[in-house]
């Protein structure tokens, strides 16, 4: 399995989500450039947000986010 840029493109979005607060969601406008836009309605459609131009995370969104987040975090250090 390889990450593909679609793939990376995904993780970008679920890393703009703050995991400290639930009821706080992103908007992602068509200005956004394409390759956003596709991520995040890839994203809508997997599950993981609650509107193809962003929303709220899902509860599997949740999780996936926490854990792309943890990720990056373990990747930067250093």
Known sequence: MSWTPEIVAELEVLCLY???STQEGIKVHSSAGAE?????QRLFEKGLISQDDGGYLTS??????AHAQ???????AN
Do not use: I, Q, Y
């Not at 956003?36 to 995040?40: E, I, K, P, Q, S």
């Not at 943890?70 to 930067?76: D, P, Q």
């Open 60 to 65: 599997l969104g949740l999780e996936t986010a």
């Open 18 to 20: 703050n995991l400290d």
């Open 70 to 76: 943890a990720v990056l975090t373990v990747l930067e």
């Open 36 to 40: 956003r836009v596709a991520a995040v």
